[in-house]
């Protein structure tokens, strides 16, 4: 639903496809076609499998593999590989093992592949540089899957919900999957209220239910925030303060932190009580990853308590591409104001690693990435 919503605000069908190509996962075919949700139109899509491409369980380890392998752009791979990730922990943590260990059922078909990875292609080629949701209708009842009859919503789908706005239609039926909610609670910039932006198209993408006296379409708007040249949004501020544990864990404690959501990570070193050194954790997230964050700090400190605030901050439009370099291609970080560019950063690990291949200084490739950077981005 979430990449019929977008193809049908405009994205080209033929651009998706071609995109989604470079998954190099045969067997699958994308569908559209225009359909009656109740009284309304909508489109919907449908990823049909052939013989090539038979249900199996995969590992999130195969999944990312696959991502890795693949030719998609770097912010594309690095969106999906996230959503793939919290779905697996969501998953791990209702059944009590680790994300490793996960068996993907229906996510870890060719379809299910291709259906998210579908949506983070969309809203790449709509140029979508934020994701705000609407409080999202959880749906009720019981619905049958690979471990029988369960609760609406389900174990998987309550557990990428924390911290996210809900509310309670009434309505008796599956209304937000987990492949759905790892989707929507991972890209999402802000949810509940719908920001002041200028709306300039809108798309119905349509569920594959009929609803009793509901159209089951997920509708999206596209348009331009009311200043789009800064970005106005709010972020959790979580810390917590530790004077009793190793310094060796702290690299694995901030490893953790970021994989649960955190936009950045940082420490600070403090005198407390009795002239003990501790250490200040403090990490930056989206209002409703704090509950991601504060377990991570749970498990992987020695802290029994954490703390949060809210802030403010403005933040410039950014992006990923990719460059040709001298010395081959290399993602970069391009920021703008208005239109203008005004950063372009070369991510320092390629930069590295050309370095380590080409048995040069990494200050010499790291100057002339961003001396090709600028002159071929900002001419």
Not at 90 to 112: I, K, Y
Not at 153 to 172: C, H, I, N, Q, S
Not at 242 to 248: A, K, R
Not at 338 to 366: H, Y
């Amino acid at each position: 639903m979430i990449m019929a919503s977008i193809l049908d605000a405009g994205v080209s069908l033929e651009e998706l496809r071609a995109e989604l190509t470079k998954l190099a996962l045969p067997g699958w075919t994308l569908v559209a076609r225009e359909v009656m949700k109740g009284d309304f139109r909508a489109t919907k899509v449908d990823v049909e499998i052939d013989g090539r491409a038979h249900r199996q369980h995969r590992s999130l380890r195969d999944i990312l593999d696959i991502l890795e392998r693949s030719t998609l752009g770097t912010s594309v791979r690095e969106r999906a590989t996230r959503i793939f990730t919290r779905l697996a922990d969501a998953e791990a943590r209702v059944h009590g093992t680790d994300r490793d260990a996960v068996q993907f059922h229906d996510v870890g078909a060719v379809d299910a592949i291709v259906d998210v990875t579908g949506g983070v292609v969309a809203l790449d080629l709509a140029g979508v540089q934020a994701v705000h949701v609407s409080a999202l209708p959880v749906g009720g009842g019981t619905v049958g899957g690979p471990h029988g009859r369960i609760p609406v919503p389900a174990p998987g789908t309550v557990e990428l919900l924390r911290g996210f706005p809900v509310v309670d239609t009434g309505m008796k039926a599956e209304l937000v999957t987990p492949t759905g909610a790892a989707i929507l609670t991972t890209l999402a910039a802000s949810a509940g209220r719908m920001p002041a932006m200028t709306v300039e198209t809108v798309g119905y993408g349509a569920g594959t239910m009929d609803l009793p006296g509901t159209p089951n379409v997920l509708r999206c708007f596209l348009g331009q925030t009311a200043d789009s040249a800064v970005t106005d949004e709010t972020v959790l501020q979580v810390e917590t303060t530790i004077d009793d544990m190793s310094p060796q864990l702290y690299e694995t404690l901030i490893e953790r932190v970021f994989e649960a959501g955190a936009l950045d990570v940082f420490l600070q070193p403090v005198i407390m009580k009795r002239a003990r050194p501790g250490v200040v954790v403090t990490a930056l997230c989206a209002p409703e990853r704090v509950g991601d964050l504060s377990r991570a700090l749970f498990e992987e400190s020695t802290t029994i308590g954490v703390r949060w605030s809210e802030w403010r901050r403005a933040r410039l439009q950014r992006e990923m591409v990719e460059v040709t370099t001298a010395y081959g291609t290399i993602p970069f970080k391009v920021s703008r104001l208005g239109g203008r560019i005004v950063t372009v950063t070369p991510e320092f690990a390629d930069v590295a690693r050309i370095a380590r291949e080409k048995s040069l200084p990494v200050r010499e490739v790291l100057d002339q990435a961003r001396a090709d950077g600028r002159r071929l981005l900002d001419p």
